[in-house]
T-cell receptor, first 118, second 114 residues
């Protein structure tokens, strides 16, 4: 697509429920990133993929959080047994390989999914 | 490990005045540095990036930033603020080894007074 698409844009859930957040990256973008952004803070890295392979999941806060990208395109971030502290904006970004290091790639962000856990 | 410190969570300037948003970084390897801007209800957009070419980097909307290795800084400037510049600005650092994803600062909210 033309941009990074995230759904749902807003999700309100009760504590203990599972939620799944979806990210549809820009077509052809190899790398896909998940970030979490609390109010008044910068984006905090969660995990990223190259194609379908999860390259780094060191930012996932605990084992209730997981992510997948089974066909190297759309990704799903799943939070099990949600807690109030999980409330935040969850942002997805994608990037193309570029000609240099992955660390230099420009990330294109989606508008985010705002999760509220009651 | 990499980190970014943005000095000043809120900056207020008058329209037409100089904009200066401060960013200091820490990186054990030569860094790649970025400035992103976030408007309300939108995703982050790239303003400019430094990837070891020219130390003075020009971006969109008249913004520029200068990489100063000796000061470990990458401050963002614009000579004359416009009302439309009001937004939140994030500095970020990346690297060619280790974690291959960007590490962001906590952001600076810029207000432009008429």
């Amino acid at each position: 697509g033309a941009g990074v698409s995230q759904s749902p844009r807003y999700k309100v859930t009760k504590r203990g429920q599972d939620v799944a957040l979806r990210c549809d990256p820009i077509s052809g973008h190899v790398s896909l990133y998940w970030y979490r952004q609390a109010l008044g803070q910068g984006p905090e890295f969660l995990t990223y993929f190259n194609y379908e392979a999860q390259q780094d999941k060191s930012g996932l806060p605990n084992d209730r959080f997981s992510a997948e990208r089974p066909e190297g395109s759309i990704s799903t971030l799943t939070i099990q047994r949600t807690e109030q502290r999980d409330s935040a904006m969850y942002r997805c970004a994608s990037s193309s390989p570029g000609t240099g290091s992955t660390g230099a790639n420009v990330l294109t962000f989606g508008a985010g999914s705002r999760l509220t856990v009651l | 490990a990499q980190s970014v410190t943005q000095l000043g969570s809120h900056v207020s300037v008058s329209e037409g005045a100089l904009v200066l948003l401060r960013c200091n970084y820490s990186s054990s390897v030569p860094p790649y540095l970025f400035w992103y801007v976030q408007y309300p209800n939108q995703g982050l957009q790239l303003l400019l990036k430094y990837t070891s070419a020219a130390t003075l980097v020009k971006g969109i909307n008249g913004f520029e930033a200068e990489f100063k290795k000796s000061e470990t800084s990458f401050h963002l400037t614009k000579p004359s603020a416009h009302m439309s510049d009001a937004a939140e600005y994030f500095c970020a650092v990346g690297a060619y080894t280790g974690r291959r994803a960007l590490t962001f600062g906590s952001g600076t909210r810029l207000q432009v007074q008429p």
